[in-house]
């Protein structure tokens, strides 16, 4: 009788220790399995970020698409500058036109293409009559008359039409910090915005206008 109260008494409590054991094991598998499915934090905020940075619309789209060429012009009118201009003043405004708006371009077209939107072409030589119905853009004639100048004629009208220019592209920037949704679009609008009223103040004062 004493040997079968003892053997009963240790298959209960061996049971008793497989039931624990497993508990644990059921326990631990939960939150593992819980760990793997539910995101980090850190995971779920970049992909939330990454998510909210890709929005845009139409008018981030046309805004890149219409001030790429027009970037570009400005880009091909500040390069006529050298060897051309006379005056400092107007060399130092033409190399930080190409410096800031190069730049620019380069992001933009990079926005079109994350967006699956076409970029405009970038012509030998520029069509500018492509564009010429754009604010602010010179067509062929203007530019043409703009490389044959030189000394002082080129100084003058360099800056009557960068100003003329730059407020076309001041419009466009305006109508894409209004109507945008993009936030690095609206913030590159903003940065054209306060950079260019800027550059229009100082080449008005090297003519003479203020």
């Excluded at 030589?125 to 043409?144: F, K, N, R, Y």
């Amino acid at each position: 009788m004493r040997t079968t109260r003892t053997l009963i008494r240790r298959a209960c409590l061996a049971a008793v220790a497989v039931s624990a054991a497993l508990t644990l094991t059921a326990c631990g598998g939960d939150s593992e399995a819980g760990d793997s499915s539910a995101p980090s934090p850190s995971v779920s905020a970049g992909t939330s970020a990454g998510s909210s940075a890709g929005a845009h619309n139409a008018q981030d789209v046309a805004f890149a698409q219409g001030m790429i060429p027009h970037h570009r012009q400005a880009v091909e009118m500040a390069g006529l500058a050298d060897g051309r201009a006379s005056s400092p003043e107007v060399k130092d405004l033409a190399a930080r036109i190409e410096k800031a708006q190069g730049p620019e371009i380069t992001t933009m077209i990079g926005w079109l293409k994350t967006w699956g939107e076409q970029v405009p072409e970038a012509m030998p030589g520029m069509d500018h009559s492509a564009h010429s119905g754009m604010a602010g853009m010179m067509d062929g004639a203007d530019m043409e008359e703009l490389g044959k100048a030189s000394g002082k004629d080129f100084d003058s009208m360099f800056l009557t039409m960068m100003v003329e220019h730059h407020e076309g592209a001041v419009e466009m920037a305006t109508t894409e910090k209004a109507k945008g949704e993009h936030p690095a679009a609206k913030a590159m609008s903003g940065d054209i915005i306060t950079a260019q009223n800027a550059e229009i103040s100082e080449m008005k004062k090297l003519l003479g206008e203020d």
